[in-house]
């Protein structure tokens, strides 16, 4: 039974994917006239601006993202050099005879 069913479903999906697609056919017969044309390249400039909306808005938003990761990267860093300078300092101090800054 699900033999039969996966090899039907597999039959369907190679002959939808053998129908000819009309949107790109130069010889649809509803494509002929300037107004269909016309209005087809509106429709088609509708979908590319609000996409290009989108992607701008993404954009925006990735940009805003990346900022802030940018920040807390370089306070993290900043931190870091902080926290090393104290250690390096305490070590240098270890070494010249001031025990208290050494580890237990």
Known sequence: MIKRL???ALALCCVLAQAPARADD???PTMRSPAARARDRAIIRQLNLR?????????????RENTQRR????AAMERY????????????RCRAGEYRYCDG
């Open 6 to 8: 996966i090899s039907g």
């Open 26 to 28: 130069p010889h649809d």
């Open 51 to 63: 996409e290009l909306a989108k992607v701008r808005a993404r954009d925006a938003r990735w940009a």
């Open 71 to 74: 920040t807390e990267h370089d």
């Open 81 to 92: 050099h902080r926290d090393m300078a104290r250690w390096r300092q305490a070590v240098a």
